[in-house]
């Protein structure tokens, strides 16, 4: 069983910057991937960013610039930091693990940009 924790979400202003982070735990093998993905109201979830074990990572465009997707695998966290947020960037973030074949969702964190 794998869990995962999202941390870090809140209200910031248009420009402004948050990280977020996700911590797993459980029965965690050495190859998998990670992500995070964000689902605003009355879209779909759409994913952002997503980094493999072996460090590899891919951004959505409208993301590519302003956020970088980090991890730490002795920790099993992965980080988002985004920055020059934009109103549209408001959804919900979810961070997601691939491991095995299976997929893992976090319960999801709230960011709200707007002034």
């Known amino acids: 069983q794998v869990q995962l924790v999202e941390s870090g979400g809140g209200l910031v202003q248009p420009g402004g910057s948050l990280r977020l982070s996700c911590a797993g735990s459980g029965n965690i093998f050495s190859t998998y991937s990670m992500g995070w993905y964000r689902q605003a109201p009355g879209k779909e979830r759409e994913s952002v960013a997503w980094i493999t074990s072996g460090g590899y990572t891919g951004y959505q465009d409208s993301v590519k610039g302003r956020f970088t997707i980090s991890s730490d695998n002795a920790k099993k966290m992965v980080y988002l930091q985004m920055s020059s947020l934009k109103p549209e960037d408001t959804a919900v973030y979810y961070c997601?693990?691939?491991?095995?074949?299976?997929?893992?969702w976090g319960q999801g964190t709230q960011v709200t940009v707007s002034s």
């Open positions: 997601n693990m691939i491991l095995g074949g299976k997929i893992y």
